[in-house]
């Protein structure tokens, strides 16, 4: 049975706190108030979560994202203009087919809703509503019942003069899909003011349950205060962070409490919080995360939101501050007040009862605000994408964005940590990473700085040390002006989604850890990084073959930083090498064209004889090869060719590939008996699949090959001194075993497509295609008997990509066309 939440209200009556927040994300003990309605639906068995959204939707999306972190399965249903509550869940009907259960994302309960299932069924009704009794229902429905629980009439938020009963609609409804007869579709309407009105006066079986347990609307600043005690009471069943330090105190990991401060029950702190000396907290105080409290603070009946700071001697009672707000020496909050997110409150200034002061608002030292200041909201945009944070340098990627990243990526690493940074030799790259670095030790921690190094040397560097992860800072291939920062996890390998996630909501919630100076992290610059990943590279190869052989080799570095990795590894080849482009310059680097240095070398090859040709791309990831008659082979070919060699004399070899790899991938395998993993797109995806066991060699179709053995990464060194390895044991020429590949023919297309019409062309498609043997690792892969076609919409881009291989170009170039053509047809 499937949950409708109900979370597309803007919470006007809660401003400023809800300024720049929608209310179901209001923080309710250090959990958003959705969190806990959340959290009771998969406690009575509800996993497939429906969320109706409007007034800012990301801040929702970002963070429960596909439910998985909390064990459910949720979609959601934007509505563009408000269409009420009825018109909110007819919004989202396509994804209710059965009977289902509607509930406020905005509410704090412990109600029994397997009961109220159970009464529902139990009646045969078409809908039943959750009741509740409530000393003061003027806010709320009144719903007057019969004795055997139908329902006799409705009275939307009454008079005292028209008040006849206290049993009000908790806005908790089970449903029967035959209420949407009742709801005009491409209009505003509500449940208790339209809908059931009209399917009573049709005679449809409405019945009322009043439900046992606790229910708050918290739909003031008042409630919310009020909600907030209730919990710490224990008058509501929910889950609070934290460990209990005692009975009605809750304190949070990483959060510091001096012996001199006095923490009176019942509160709540939550974590990396820091408590100084002579502070009163409590009864009835709430800490978010984070927030650091200064000597001689008083801080009664008030709840305090993550990543604020209160200066020493000030006071609050019964006051609701916001996120990431400046409270500076000797400040006093009275009973009633309000603060919206980062404001700076000057020292000994006075917030009097009952004023209101919006977000991003400066009081003066000393002032006496009797009235209240208002201000409105602003919005955030995505992070992470394909290749990590992305953007022009100093205008979308900016130092202050860098320190505040760090901060939100540090915060996820437990204080006193270590984590590696590396850039590529460009300025733009020096300056942001030294910010990220700052952002780093302000939450407390560690740096090992490699300076300038490759990828592959970074994450050797991460695995191999005491490294709790990495970045790197580089400019962006292609586009000079823009930068990448590329965020590693303790394995050296990219932030999975999940990760980048967490990052994300801490960054746009700034809910940044930050230490005391005392803890502030330090920087070291680690000795021999380079010399131990080449160390380590020569250890899990066997040269003996290739230093018999005496190749000649010709290499274009690409005036990268594999300049500085390089002529280490090469002399341990005992080869002749001539290399080009072989010292690390930002112009060189910006300006070389791969496809260019590649026919140079060519040249080269064919000129002085070498066995071998190589460009390796300036941050050291990525190889095109030229075989020994001066032939550039495409990335398909390389790939085809490394697989040959390096399953030879294998069994029951396992490798990884994307799922857009060549027929003649698989029939290689084949060949040997090697199982293939098929893989996301992406490489980050393809490099966790090959860090998993067993993967002997992972590659795609663009010059990146993993050995995982030595490192679950893309590494061009590493591939470089594999492939002249495994030729000197074969005694093969490159060139013949080029010849001895396949012919293979790709296609490739990209069309235009709506990003909010992906979701209805991938979902038309499989309709379409049901009655076919479909491979849905990435995409809808879409086998033939002479080839394949693969549709996947672009994760960034309003775009379709299609991909096919055909037994011909012509062949190939058709399919891709005509599942172009389709997804067209299924936009119109």
Not at 322 to 346: A, E, M, Y
Not at 697 to 721: C, E, I, K, R, Y
Not at 794 to 819: F, I, K, L, Q
């Amino acid at each position: 049975m499937k949950a409708v939440i109900m979370a597309g209200g803007e919470g006007t009556r809660l401003r400023p706190l809800t300024s720049n927040q929608p209310k179901p994300m209001l923080p309710m003990a250090n959990r958003p108030l959705m969190e806990h309605v959340v959290r009771l639906l998969r406690q009575h068995g509800f996993t497939d979560i429906v969320v109706t959204v409007a007034f800012m939707a990301n801040a929702i999306r970002s963070y429960f994202g596909d439910g998985s972190e909390l064990g459910v399965r949720m979609v959601y249903a934007t509505e563009e203009t408000p269409l009420g509550t009825a018109g909110s869940v007819l919004n989202a009907r396509a994804e209710l087919d059965d009977r289902f259960l509607v509930i406020s994302g905005d509410v704090l309960t412990d109600v029994d809703l397997g009961a109220l299932v159970d009464y529902h069924v139990g009646k045969g009704a078409v809908a039943t509503l959750a009741l509740h009794h409530v000393p003061n229902p003027l806010e709320f429905g009144i719903v007057i019942t019969k004795e055997d629980g139908t329902i006799d009439r409705f009275l939307e938020k009454p008079t005292w003069g028209q008040v006849f009963s206290d049993t009000i609609n908790t806005g908790i409804y089970v449903l029967e899909p035959e209420i949407f007869e009742f709801i005009p579709p491409n209009m505003a309407v509500d449940f208790a003011g339209d809908v059931f009105p009209a399917a009573l006066q049709a005679g449809r079986p409405l019945y009322g349950y009043v439900v046992e347990g606790y229910w708050e609307d918290v739909g003031t600043t008042e409630a919310y205060l009020r909600a907030h005690q209730d919990v710490l009471d224990q008058k509501v069943q929910v889950d609070i962070g934290g460990f209990p330090l005692r009975p009605g105190v809750w304190l949070g990991k990483g959060s510091t409490i001096d012996p001199a401060a006095e923490v009176s029950g019942p509160a709540v702190i939550g974590d990396n919080c820091s408590i100084g000396a002579g502070v009163t907290l409590g009864p009835y105080a709430t800490l978010g995360d984070n927030v650091r409290i200064a000597d001689g603070v008083e801080i009664r009946h008030a709840v305090v939101a993550d990543n604020s700071y209160l200066g020493a001697g000030s006071r609050l009672e019964g006051t609701l501050v916001g996120r990431s707000c400046d409270l500076r020496r000797g400040v006093r909050c009275d009973p009633g007040s309000v603060l919206g997110d980062n404001c700076l409150i000057g020292a000994d200034a006075e917030i009097r009862a009952g004023v209101k002061v919006y977000p991003f608002k400066t009081v003066e030292a000393g002032a006496v605000v009797n009235s209240s200041i208002v201000w409105e909201s602003m919005g955030h945009r995505l992070l992470f994408g394909r290749e990590g944070v992305r953007g022009l340098a100093n205008v979308d990627v900016t130092p202050e964005l860098g320190v505040r990243l760090a901060m939100a990526w540090a915060s996820t690493l437990d204080r006193g940590s270590t984590i590696t940074a590396s850039r590529d030799t460009s300025r733009a790259a020096r300056m942001l990473k030294r910010t990220i670095m700052v952002g780093c030790n302000a939450a407390g921690i560690n740096v090992e700085d490699l300076e300038v190094a490759t990828l592959p040397v970074t994450r050797h560097q991460v695995r191999n040390s005491a490294s709790r992860g990495g970045f790197t800072v580089r400019l962006a291939g292609g586009d000079p002006q823009s930068v990448v920062i590329r965020f590693f996890d303790a394995e050296g390998l990219d932030l999975d989604e999940s990760a980048q996630r967490k990052v994300e909501r801490l960054y746009h919630r700034e809910e940044f850890r930050l230490v005391l100076a005392s803890d502030i992290g330090d920087i070291d610059f680690p000795a021999r990084a380079v010399e131990q990943y080449t160390a380590d590279l020569v250890a899990a190869i066997d040269l003996s073959a290739t230093r018999r052989a005496g190749f000649k080799l010709v290499l274009d570095l690409s005036f990268g930083s594999a300049s500085f990795v390089m002529p280490n590894l090469l002399s341990k080849l005992d080869a002749d090498v001539l290399v080009v482009n072989s010292y690390a310059q930002t112009r060189g680097m910006i300006s070389a064209d791969r496809l260019l240095n590649a026919r140079r070398v060519a040249d080269l090859v064919r000129a002085s004889g070498a066995q071998l040709g190589a460009v390796v791309d300036a941050d050291g990831e990525r190889l095109t090869i030229i075989d020994d008659e001066g032939t550039v082979l495409s990335g398909e070919q390389a790939l085809l060719v490394l697989l040959r060699l390096v399953l030879q004399g294998t069994s029951a070899a396992k490798v990884a590939l994307p799922v857009s790899v060549s027929r003649a991938a698989e029939a290689i395998c084949a060949e040997h008996g090697a199982t293939v993993v098929f893989t996301k797109l992406t490489a980050a995806h393809l490099m966790e699949v090959a860090a998993t066991p067993g993967i002997l060699f992972a590659g795609d179709q663009s010059g990146g090959f993993v050995w995982p053995a030595f490192l679950p990464a893309f590494d061009a060194a590493a591939t470089l001194v594999k492939l002249v390895s495994m030729l000197a044991a074969s005694g093969q020429s490159l060139s013949k075993l080029v010849a001895s590949i396949p012919p293979v023919h790709l296609a490739h297309a990209e069309t235009p497509t709506p990003s909010e019409h992906k979701g209805q062309v991938m979902r038309s498609l499989l309709e379409r295609l049901s009655d076919r043997q479909l491979v849905l690792v990435d995409g809808v892969k879409v086998p033939e008997p002479d080839g394949w076609a693969l549709i996947a919409p672009d994760p960034e881009e309003p775009s379709m990509h299609v991909w096919a291989e055909g037994p011909s170009e012509a062949a190939a170039a058709a399919r891709t066309r005509h599942y172009v053509a389709t997804i067209n047809a299924l936009l119109h």
